[in-house]
């Protein structure tokens, strides 16, 4: 019996440096599951295209509100730029009767034909939530909210997504965006009639 006082202090030890690991842990590790409490619908393939398309339009059209410039539009609108943006899309919540929440990944790049190579300028990348109003049947985006700086981006995407769609918009956001990028060079080379291969060249103001 004169040996418990030692395999006492033994499992408290023991306790002792398994809660200060699990601690570690958690410090390395935060927490990533996202706060939004809006309901996760699943949509079928026409909503889900209905819902893209007007996503589309609206990253790739110039937006005072949103202060994301196109400089070839803006500096060389003889070379007919376009915009040129694919998205992964996370989740969709419902938002209210008329309205859907639409959270994604973006990636959008502006390109222009320069004899024969492609004109790189404006870019934007982030995760997005944006709301969709979808009265008389039109889709139509109204808001959008984005991933601020900071944190790994971190405390706005668990704000932003659903407590399983926030892991999931992280995980994009580290290796999904370069996909998304290519993406984009592919439909600007074959927009402008250029081919696979062809050189994209960065531009260059002044």
């Known amino acids: 019996m004169k040996s418990l006082p030692l395999a006492s202090g033994i499992l408290g030890g023991a306790l002792a440096l398994g809660l200060a690991g699990w601690l570690i842990w958690q410090l390395q590790t935060p927490d990533s599951t996202g706060l939004a409490r809006e309901h996760v619908v699943v949509i079928g393939p026409k909503t889900r295209a209905d819902l893209m398309t007007a996503v589309d339009q609206y990253l790739e059209t110039t ?8 400089v070839l539009a803006a500096l060389k609108p003889e070379l007919k730029p376009k915009m040129f943006c694919h998205e992964n899309l996370v989740e969709v919540r419902q ?4 309205q859907q929440l639409v959270g ?3 990636s959008c790049e502006e390109y222009a034909k320069v004899g024969q190579k492609l004109l790189a300028s404006s870019q934007y990348k982030n995760l997005a939530l944006l709301t969709v109003d979808s009265t008389d049947g039109r889709y139509q985006v109204v808001e959008i909210q984005e991933a601020l700086e900071g944190d790994l981006l971190r405390s ?11 892991p999931k918009a992280l995980e994009i956001s580290d290796s999904g965006f370069s996909a998304l990028s290519e993406e984009n060079r592919v439909e600007g080379r074959k927009t402008f009639g250029l081919p696979p291969n062809a050189e994209i060249q960065v531009y260059q103001p002044g």
């Open 104 to 106: 994604l990944a973006a």
């Open 95 to 98: 938002k209210s009767n008329n």
């Open 156 to 166: 706005s995407v668990r704000e932003m997504f659903s407590a399983d769609g926030a």
């Open 63 to 70: 937006d005072p509100k949103r202060e994301k410039p196109q």
